[in-house]
């Protein structure tokens, strides 16, 4: 069956998820920064089709001080996006409304996450969010970390897919954008490798016009982290601009197979 990915906006709240493509809080990285110890889930290491996994350390070669980490579709004081935040006719699925509550967690009645294949990406099986390549996903972790990362896409526009993080009293640490088509490692890093990332949440924050899924998770404490110096790689959303639409009308002629 073929899925068509729609166009989705996601309009937060407090509206902090249209800065720029990173916030002074934390800087991005890309996958060669996680070194040695720390942690990657790939998806492969549960039976297709499980919804909401849940990974003990054990479930992906972590050691003994590595975290649980639960998915899930969006944190508890969080909701899906209505005609009033979304543009109109876009997919309402990928827009999140809402600030998390303290402490961190998922909220158990948002839609579920599920491991499906995708066609689209060259590591398949993937994450997805409900509705199939449409949904939002949300990340908890039961310990504190420095820096997180993931491949996401297949992305047909620029700058309309976001990884965002969060404190465990559910306050925004910063988010980063994607800046490329295709398939892209989207990371962060808090600013001085301070461990206080408890959950991160990838969703839509602009037009993504045949949707996402995620694979690749890297996560990891200070010390599992390359230092990094404050501000680097961080891409001017004016240029950002420039480029997508350069590139935007590449992605139509794309589509999904599931």
Partial sequence: MTIFKRNVVAVGAAGF????????????IDESAFLAGSGLITFSEVALGTNNPTYNPADYGGGAASPTVHFGGFFQGQA??????????AALTGCVTGTPTGPLALDPTSPATFTTEDGA?????VLSGTPTFAGVISILFDTDLAGVGLEGGFFDDIGGTAIT???????LIGSVTNEDLGIEFLGLVTEGNVNTIAGL?????GNEPFGFAIDNLRFGTGDQIEPQEPGVSVPEP?????????????????????
């Fill in 201 to 205: 949440q990838f969703s839509l924050v």
């Fill in 238 to 258: 004016g240029s950002l601009a420039l480029l997508g639409l350069g590139l935007v009308g590449l992605g139509f002629a794309r589509r999904r197979q599931a």
């Fill in 80 to 89: 899906l996006g209505d005609p009033a935040d979304c543009p109109p006719g």
């Fill in 17 to 28: 998820l249209f800065a720029a493509a990173a916030d002074a809080a934390i800087v991005k």
């Fill in 121 to 125: 990406n060259p590591t398949s099986p």
């Fill in 165 to 171: 993080a969060f404190d465990r009293s559910g306050n």
